[in-house]
């Protein structure tokens, strides 16, 4: 058994005896749970503050410092009542539901038919935020029955992913998913540990092949160590062109930035995982696909598509280049859209219609597109009903890569600080 077979019927097993406490003990058990996530939050908030000031990034260390008082109110001021859980579990409710009411009228105003089901979600959702004033036994049973479900699901996915390829989605994974702040940050602790063992010059048992055919296409899961940067992005490229889907537009951007046109980019694929690696310090997970005739020309006509829903957009730097000459690149540099045309010499284009021509951090993110183009052409990738993050679909290659007859045929992993994991491309 390898080991992320081992540690999934290990993380099963947890949560049906976990989801069995919640139930049976709620007070004890909203105690502990409390108590856990206290300790947890303050010292990640401890550490996140530590590397902020180190490194000198004034927002993260905003944000350490919120996370760290908070996570010590919960601490030092929590009396053992009910109030506090209750009033965590509205308030996560309500956010997830105005996320998803304010997906469903930026695509209403797009008319895409999606809002309707958007709308719906928003307002069970919205009932499920209200209907934490029924008391901590009432959270904790749907906390512990939420448990059972994801134990449910992880022996599913354990059992279908030995079997052939397309009876895998019986499993509950396109309903039902881990919270996208803790599945989003797995494939930082993964590259974390993939680095410390080759640092050690240990084998990471990492990269692998099914067979020496090339991958007609690839898709590359990002990451990161510190902020927002742990959350990744998700990427595809064939014919070594890469293609990414993102909020670039800074003057356009809204509500703190989780919101703005969408803008779409294609550069080469080894240039840009140099890039992201080096550069902007985002190692990467690659996985290998291969694809059938009727699937590579589903793709030429998925981008055609884009051409024909988007229109040519220029970052600050293209434009102040082009109305006044060479210009000073450190006064641009802080903006990502600049470096990357800077030094990948990238296309962008923005969508002008259908539900990718707004952008939402937890809506129409980077993760739903690329899906979403993949499923176009037949891969038939799952997807959850709720807020998706790279770290999902981290998750679901490297068990897709464990099945003998899926299609996903080889997986690596590249990272600045080991540099024969990098491409060689000319600097």
């Not at 077979?5 to 099963?12: E, F, H, N, P």
């Not at 055609?304 to 829903?309: G, K, M, N, T, Y």
């Not at 993110?365 to 770290?391: E, K, R, T, Y």
Request: proline residues 4%; hydrophobic residues 45%; contains cysteine.
């Amino acid at each position: 058994m390898k080991t992320i077979q081992k540690v999934q019927w290990l993380t099963a097993a947890l949560f049906g005896v976990l989801g069995l406490i919640a139930i049976l003990a709620p007070q004890s058990s909203a105690f502990l749970l409390i108590r856990t996530m206290g300790w947890l939050g303050a010292l990640s908030g401890f550490f996140f503050l530590v590397d902020a000031v180190r490194k000198k990034r004034s927002l993260d260390g905003v944000g350490g410092l919120l996370c760290l008082l908070f996570f010590v109110w919960v601490l030092v001021g929590w009396n053992h009542d009910d109030s506090i859980l209750q009033v965590l579990f509205c308030v996560y409710y309500a956010i997830i539901a105005i996320v998803f009411l304010i997906q469903a009228f930026l695509d209403g105003k797009e008319r895409v038919q999606d809002w309707k089901a958007e709308t719906a979600l928003g307002l069970l959702y919205a009932a499920l935020s209200a209907s934490g004033a029924f008391g901590l036994a009432y959270i904790q049973n749907l906390f512990g029955l939420y448990l059972w479900l994801q134990a449910l699901q992880l022996v599913l996915e354990l059992y279908f992913f030995r079997h052939p390829y397309n009876v895998r989605y019986a499993a509950l994974r396109p309903w039902m998913c881990l919270p996208a702040w803790i599945v989003g940050v797995l494939p930082s602790f993964v590259i974390g540990f993939l680095v410390t063992r080759r640092m050690e010059n240990k084998a990471t048992h990492f990269d692998a092949r099914k067979t020496d055919e090339q991958p007609d296409l690839r898709v590359w899961i990002h990451t990161g160590t510190y902020g927002t940067k742990l959350y990744g992005h998700m990427t595809f490229s064939r014919d070594s062109i890469m293609y990414s889907y993102g909020n670039y537009d800074v003057p356009a951007m809204k509500l703190l930035k989780t919101i703005g046109p969408g803008v779409f980019f294609s550069v080469n694929d080894e240039i840009y995982a140099n890039n992201c690696c080096i550069v902007e310090q985002c190692p990467l997970f690659e996985y290998g696909i291969r694809l059938t005739g009727k699937q590579k020309e589903a793709f030429e006509a998925m981008k055609d598509s884009i051409l024909a829903q988007s229109k040519p957009w220029h970052c600050a730097l293209q434009k102040a280049e082009w109305a006044h000459g060479p210009v000073d690149f450190q006064d641009f540099e802080h903006v990502y859209a600049n470096r990357l045309w800077y030094r990948t010499c990238a296309l962008f284009r923005k969508y002008t219609k259908t539900r990718w021509a707004w952008y939402s951090l937890l809506g129409n993110n980077c993760s739903n597109f690329d899906s979403a183009m993949l499923n176009q052409i037949g891969l038939d990738i799952p997807v959850s009903h709720g807020i998706v993050s790279p770290g999902e679909f981290f998750e679901y290659f490297e068990e897709a890569y464990e099945d003998p007859d899926s299609n996903v045929i080889s997986k690596s992993w590249h990272s600045a600080r080991v540099p024969s994991t990098l491409f060689p491309t000319i600097d």
